[in-house]
């Protein structure tokens, strides 16, 4: 069973200070996180595959070699999933990292996912950065 990773990234002002957050459960279950302000400042992009670094960099530390990765940043996904995927000049170099970062693993798989389902990760990014989103709930009213 892969371990299971949700991470996000968020920069505030865009660009401005930015914040990483993850969260993964280990196949046993076992649920870790990260909430951290990266070094520096960047672009929502650069603070997405910071946060997808952070993630696999401490994945590393704790031996996992099997990931399922969920991004909500279709140009993070395209990026180091794709190796043909036109570079972004002001980008290349640090996706060039991640890249081979994510290539160190037995089996990783990256997919992008909804914002709406990365709320965890999104939550851990904020408040990294002091900032706490509000929460919103739908109610499903009853139709008659």
Do not use: Y
Request: hydrophobic share 45%; aromatic share 4%; proline share 6%.
């Amino acid at each position: 069973m892969p371990w299971q990773i949700h991470s996000d990234g968020s920069a505030v002002p865009n660009p401005g200070r930015m914040g990483l957050g993850a969260v993964w459960t280990a196949p046993d279950g076992t649920r870790h996180t990260l909430s951290q302000v990266a070094p520096g400042t960047g672009c929502n992009n650069e603070a997405e595959v910071r946060a997808l670094m952070a993630a696999l960099q401490a994945l590393q530390l704790q031996g996992a070699d099997d990931l399922r990765l969920h991004c909500d940043n279709s140009v993070v996904v395209e990026q180091i999933s794709n190796p043909s995927a036109k570079p972004i000049a002001r980008l290349a170099t640090l996706f060039d990292e991640a890249r081979a970062l994510f290539n160190t693993f037995h089996q990783a798989t990256l997919v992008w996912i909804p914002q709406h389902r990365n709320a965890e990760a999104d939550a851990l990014a904020r408040a990294a950065l002091g900032m706490t989103a509000p929460r919103t709930f739908k109610i499903a009213k009853k139709r008659r």
